[in-house]
């Protein structure tokens, strides 16, 4: 499955999901730009998948949506969700 992934430092969403200093928030969207979707159906917050950022292997956790205040957005460019990255 395709998800689009950006760090954030924001405060509130660190504690949010519970990072700690080690983990990385990313804000996500499921599929590309050209395919936008929701959530794929096999997808389970709490859910974890091994991920490789800049040649460092860790692991992606899918913590919780994080909706759109316009529905439409979420529409247009995938609906959006939380997660953490953690290395081994």
């Known amino acids: 499955m395709q998800a689009r992934l950006s760090a954030t430092t924001d405060p509130?969403?660190?504690?949010?999901?519970?990072?700690?200093?080690?983990?990385?928030?990313?804000?996500?969207?499921?599929?590309?730009?050209?395919a936008p979707t929701s959530r794929p159906d096999?997808?389970?917050?709490?859910?974890?998948?091994p991920l490789v950022i800049d040649g460092q292997a860790g692991t992606l956790t899918v913590q919780l949506a994080y909706p759109d205040e316009d529905t439409a957005t979420e529409?247009?460019?995938?609906?959006?969700f939380l997660a953490l990255w953690r290395t081994p």
């Open 12 to 34: 509130k969403l660190r504690d949010t999901v519970g990072a700690d200093n080690a983990d990385l928030v990313l804000i996500g969207r499921w599929g590309s730009l050209t």
């Open 75 to 80: 529409a247009q460019f995938g609906q959006r």
């Open 42 to 49: 096999g997808v389970r917050w709490g859910s974890r998948s």
